[in-house]
């Protein structure tokens, strides 16, 4: 439209010039006849045609240069640096429009943006909302994003094993989610999910990473995450085993929250839901302690003593038959699948092993065995533990994450049980030489910058560096090791944010590292929105700070993958408040203490 509009202009301006030039130059005039025409058109044409036709081709010109300035203008690039998150409010017009982008100096000052936006009017039709713009982006491709509605998306991960309360608390912390549940309880939310006032809500959403553009409410993605669920359950409870105990889909679901509880590993949740529907069959009580931890609710601190056992309530499958009320967290597929596809066993029992599994007995005589045999091996290796070798906790997240107060809350909890011969070092850092990688990582050199490549090389440098001559000399005397990032971190920010080949990434680590892993690791999750809200309050972002949120956007979905496929990670929400997330982090090392003989159970 642009190009046309000036071109017939320019066209037309130069015809004009063109006729009134012949006109005047025409051979007629030149003769010196004292014909009527002759006299007419030399009063009518004295000099001032010399001066219409100059001005016919100052006209062009300067319409040619308006035509390139304004083009120019449209194809030259935002003024951003970095990805930015730009919201447009509903009912904003050129002006406010052009007020924002240059308030957040997306676009240099110049009064060719609203020339632009009238010659080109197609380009104004832009829509409210919060739209990614990109350094590559240029003018028109941003106005042309802008009419396209193709708003920014966001994500939200809801973990297997979660609760009701864990997702609210989420949604609540959601970075451009509308907030319609806050004072809400169950029976509005039941009714505002067009359910019954009393149907089960815990249990009934699909864990899952869920994408939502700003200004999603969290009522829909509850019901999407509800819908999501009740057709996987009516899928599995179509097609479950014959015979089984459960009424209804819910009594399903209740008993697969119970087995995502009591086992991480995947290989034997459906012998796990074995013991539990045999005892039902016999009527036994399930004695399953995490519906006892369900219930106790906020009185829960960590430990389950014997009063804890006998104290009743509707959880508590120590003194209740049956099934409890309802699921007690949300089940993953796979406890789903146990729950209805459970195997072929005459088990009745089962007790941790020690070593992330259980052992499973027929009869009680065998299960005291195990029993015993298993807290026989948490005294040995606590014992062993505590004066042979030492353990690798590791934090891991995003920028602003809240690592190093994480590091500080995992120490006082293990000095709190005894614990005391502790180092807490960094990545990169950690070691004379790794601290000097780590400011040549840091820093960025504008006339020598950093390869991916060689990035991805200094910190494995030293990362080798720290372990070989600070971890491992650690581990051996009995010290315990609290890491502020290991190699998770390099795999999410080289691997994901650089989109370093996922081979050269594991064959590094494989090749340098071996097997040496940690032994548990706590990753905080934070949505990259928030993260880097936070370290803008710190000020001064180093160079991986100052990374686009795109960057970081990636990032973040490789550290989902990443937690999700490895059971010695425990993820963290770190969006709550601080003491939330300090009592989650104390929650999940006490239950990892007491799993690996650092804590004995009071009961």
């Known amino acids: 439209m642009l190009i046309f509009s000036t071109n017939f202009a320019v066209g037309v301006t130069f015809i004009d010039a063109f006729l009134l030039y012949y006109i005047y130059s025409h051979k007629k005039f030149r003769t010196g006849s004292k014909s009527q025409c002759d006299m007419t058109i030399r ?27 304004i083009k120019n203008f449209s194809d030259s690039r935002l003024a951003i640096k970095q990805e930015t998150l730009f919201t447009l409010p509903s009912g904003s017009g050129r002006v406010a429009l052009e007020a924002l982008l240059l308030q957040q100096q997306v676009i240099a000052p110049s009064s060719l943006f609203s020339w632009l936006l009238h010659i080109e009017p197609e380009l104004a039709k832009f829509k409210a909302g919060i739209y990614r713009l990109m350094p590559d982006m240029t003018v028109r491709d941003m106005l042309n994003l802008l009419a396209s509605c193709k708003e920014a998306q966001f994500f939200i991960l809801f973990i297997e094993g979660s609760t009701f309360k864990d997702w609210l608390n989420k949604l609540q912390g959601a970075d451009y989610v509308k907030q319609q549940l806050i ?13 019954e006032s009393n149907a089960p809500l815990e249990g009934w959403f699909y864990p899952d990473t869920y994408s939502y553009t ?50 991480a590993i995947n290989d034997e949740r459906h012998i796990v839901a074995s013991v539990f529907v045999n005892r039902l069959r016999l009527g036994m009580r399930l004695q399953a302690d995490p519906t006892v931890i369900y219930g106790m609710g906020e009185n829960y601190k960590g430990k389950l003593t014997r009063k804890d056992l006998l104290t009743t309530t509707l959880y508590n499958t120590y003194t209740n038959s049956g099934l409890p ?35 499973f007995s027929a009869d009680l005589a065998q299960h005291n065995d195990a029993v015993r045999i298993y807290r026989q091996g948490l005294k040995d290796k606590k014992m062993h533990s505590k004066m042979i070798t030492g353990k690798f906790i590791v934090i891991e997240g995003l920028e602003g994450a809240g690592k190093t107060t994480a590091g500080e809350t995992v120490a006082q909890v293990l000095r ?31 006339s020598d910058p950093l390869t991916d490549k060689a990035e991805v090389l200094m910190l494995y440098a030293a990362r080798v560096q720290l372990i070989e001559n600070v971890i491992k000399p650690a581990l051996a005397r009995g010290t315990w090791v609290v890491g502020d990032r290991h190699d998770l971190s390099s795999q999410a920010y080289q691997g994901g944010g650089r989109d370093v080949d996922s081979k ?82 104390r929650r999940e090392l006490e239950k990892w203490l007491e799993m690996n003989g650092f804590e004995e159970k009071n009961v």
């Open 43 to 69: 009063k009518k044409y004295p000099q001032v045609l010399i001066i219409l036709v100059l001005l016919c081709l100052a006209l062009s010109v300067v319409l040619s240069l308006g035509y390139m300035k």
């Open 183 to 195: 004072g809400k309880n169950n029976a509005d939310i039941a009714s505002l999910l067009a359910l």
């Open 214 to 263: 700003a200004g999603t409410t969290d009522i829909s993605l509850l019901k999407r995450a509800h819908e999501k669920m009740a057709k996987v359950v009516a899928e599995i409870w179509q097609g479950r085993d014959e015979l089984l105990p459960y009424k209804t889909p819910n009594d399903l679901v209740v008993m697969a929250s119970i087995i995502e509880k009591e086992s």
């Open 325 to 359: 009320p309802t699921a007690i967290a949300m089940p993953s597929l796979v406890s789903l699948n146990a729950a209805a596809h459970p195997a072929k066993t005459q088990y009745l029992y089962f007790v941790a092993d020690g070593q992330g599994g259980h052992k």
């Open 416 to 446: 709190a049980n005894g614990i005391n011969d502790i180092v807490q070092p960094r990545e990169p850092g950690g070691t004379p030489v790794a601290e000097k990688l780590r400011e040549l990582i840091k820093q960025r050199i504008d």
């Open 504 to 585: 050269l990434m594991t064959s590094l680590r494989d090749s340098l590292l071996g097997s040496f892993r940690p032994d548990l690791t706590l990753y905080l999750d934070i949505s990259p929105e928030q993260g880097l809200a936070r370290v803008r309050l710190r000020g001064s972002p180093d160079r991986i700070e100052q990374e686009s949120l795109a960057f970081f956007t990636r990032v973040h979905e490789r550290y989902l993958k990443l937690v999700a496929g490895d059971s010695n990670i425990k993820m963290i929400n770190a969006a709550q408040p601080l003491a939330q997330v300090s009592a989650e982090i």
